[in-house]
T-cell receptor, first 111, second 111 residues
Framework: AQSVAQPEDQVNVAEGNPLTVKCTYS??????LFWYVQYPNRGLQFLLK??????LVKGSYGFEAEFNKSQTSFHLKKPSALVSDSALYFC?????????FGSGTKLNVKP | NAGVTQTPKFRVLKTGQSMTLLCAQD?????MYWYRQDPGMGLRLIHY???????AKGEVPDGYNVSRLKKQNFLLGLESAAPSQTSVYFC??????????FGPGTRLTVL
């Protein structure tokens, strides 16, 4: 069965420090993986995706994600966090025409 | 471009009432989706459409119906609302079946 797990409900990081938001997935076939960000009372915004190719994917706002097939992971990273990065982050996997989302991780970046 | 718009933004229903949520996109996307977002559960796919005149069930379709009579519009109907359908509903569209563009959401409360 297809699924996405985000093991941390919340991640706290100080501004200027690196951040990681974790995601693991389970899908049959080759995974199509996505990260989205949601600010309060807004819809989701696309950050980045992995379809094929280089395991390190670069996206919007300085975010990047590393695809690891052996560990079935797709962790979101940023070298230096900003207070404005504070939001809810969702990992998603596509299986044919359907998308499955993780439960979300709230990122708190403190000044 | 307005992108993806949703009508209404808020609605309160009594149990047993019916309503229709409208999603419109001006990006000429083939694919459209309806999700519900509940705390701690991420987004769950209700129904989706791969083109005008076509619809298919997602992960949680019970109690909902959809129609895609025009390419730019995707309607979500609740025939007899139940308190369990209290949620935030998001519509999304995509070109092909990859990156999704989300609407701002509709907050529905069923009393």
């Amino acid at each position: 069965a297809q699924s996405v797990a985000q093991p941390e409900d919340q991640v706290n990081v100080a501004e200027g420090n690196p951040l990681t938001v974790k995601c693991t997935y389970s899908v049959s076939g080759n995974p199509y993986l996505f990260w989205y960000v949601q600010y309060p009372n807004r819809g989701l915004q696309f950050l980045l995706k992995y379809i094929t190719g280089d395991n390190l994917v670069k996206g919007s706002y300085g975010f990047e994600a590393e695809f690891n097939k052996s560990q079935t992971s797709f962790h979101l990273k940023k070298p230096s966090a900003l207070v404005s990065d504070s939001a809810l982050y969702f990992c998603a996997v596509r299986d044919f025409n359907k998308f499955y989302f993780g439960s979300g991780t709230k990122l708190n970046v403190k000044p | 471009n307005a992108g993806v718009t949703q009508t209404p933004k808020f609605r309160v229903l009594k149990t047993g009432q019916s309503m229709t949520l409208l999603c419109a996109q001006d990006m000429n996307h083939e694919y459209m989706y309806w999700y519900r977002q509940d705390p701690g559960m991420g987004l769950r796919l209700i129904h989706y459409s791969v083109g005008e005149g076509t619809t298919a069930k997602g992960e949680v379709p019970d109690g909902y119906n959809v129609s895609r009579l025009k390419k730019q519009n995707f309607l979500l109907g609740l025939e007899s609302a139940a308190p369990s359908q209290t949620s935030v509903y998001f519509c999304a569209s995509s070109y092909g079946d990859n990156t999704q563009y989300f609407g701002p959401g509709t907050r529905l409360t069923v009393l």
